[in-house]
């Protein structure tokens, strides 16, 4: 159930659900936007569902549920770059991912740069007084993210707000602000299903799917001819070939268990304060990279 807060003049609270076009970048947001794409509206995709808290529960590996420019649709070295100019909203957007500030780099460089062909509910994170403050939010189709290697959006371009899959409750409870747009209807809303959950025809199977390519690849819409194209996950900077002995593989981490690494200790380990390298450059031609499907 939703949670209920009660005022001090005993009105009742409904918490909300925020609708973020999208190029919108919310309130208090993480850092300026990385987006480099503008604003596209695809069609949706027709996916496997099934029924969850009054929206439509996919997997996030799904062939077209998220689609391609043929470019790179968000800068991961601006975004890791701005985060390490500023300690505290580093600090806070890591805690949000589970990881260490050291460990951004390369947990930038598991996800994958894609748009959104579905309103899709997450929960958001802004960032205030030093804080990650959470809500839950709808982002509209056409909003450039990245994801994981399992398909999670983990955070919206135009903010960089980290982001966690959305909350347990019923999404009727919620009550919505900001602006619909046009087609916005919570029966076409989809929630991106984790933690060891896949969705079949019919219903959502609580209990691990087959174990997984050792190479993950995520099939996208190429938006330019409405091909799907064969897309391998992360891979996004130039970083060191070798990656540190204590930084966790965050692709085989998100493939194997579909769910953020537990947070470890800041202050130990031989990568700490490799979070504030400055990073080169997005391969800007990653995304073009893409195969046609056979």
Same mark, same amino acid.
């Given at each position: 159930m939703n949670q209920v807060y009660v005022s001090k003049t005993g009105k009742t609270l409904i918490p909300g659900l925020a609708l973020r076009s999208a190029d919108d970048p919310g309130p208090d947001s993480f850092t300026n936007s990385v987006a480099l794409v503008n604003k596209t509206q695809p069609a949706l995709t027709q996916v496997s569902t099934a029924e969850s808290n009054g929206v439509r529960a996919v997997n996030g590996t799904d062939?077209?549920?998220y689609a391609?420019?043929?470019?790179?649709?968000?800068? @991961? +070295?601006?975004l890791g770059n701005q985060l390490a100019a500023n300690p505290a909203a580093a600090r806070a957007w890591a805690g949000v991912q589970g990881i260490r500030t050291s460990d951004i780099p390369w947990y930038l460089d598991s996800l994958t740069p894609v748009v959104l062909t579905a309103d899709t509910w997450v929960t958001d994170y802004s960032y205030r007084s030093g804080n990650a403050v959470a809500y839950q939010a709808v982002l509209q189709s056409g909003t450039p993210v990245f994801v994981d290697a399992a398909g999670v959006p983990r955070v919206v371009c135009a903010c960089g707000n980290p982001l966690r899959p959305p909350a347990a409750a019923p999404i009727g409870g919620y009550r919505i602000t900001g602006n619909r747009w046009p087609g916005y209807t919570v029966n076409t809303t989809y929630r991106v299903t984790y933690n060891n959950?896949?969705?079949?025809?019919?219903t959502i199977v609580n209990q691990a799917p087959p174990a997984? @390519? +050792?190479a993950p690849v995520l099939r996208l819409m190429d938006l330019r001819s409405d091909v799907l194209v064969e897309q391998p996950v992360g891979g996004i900077l130039e970083l060191p070939a070798q990656r540190p002995s204590d930084v966790p593989d965050f692709r085989a981490l998100a493939v194997s268990n579909n769910q953020a690494p537990?947070?470890?200790?800041e202050g130990g380990g031989a990568g700490a304060g490799a979070g504030r390298r400055r990073l080169g450059r997005t391969r800007r031609g990653h995304e073009a990279?893409?195969?046609?499907?056979r």
């Open positions: 062939p077209g549920l391609t420019t043929g470019t790179a649709s968000c800068d @991961a +070295a601006s959950t896949y969705v079949t025809n019919q997984p @390519a +050792a537990v947070l470890r200790d990279a893409g195969r046609p499907e």
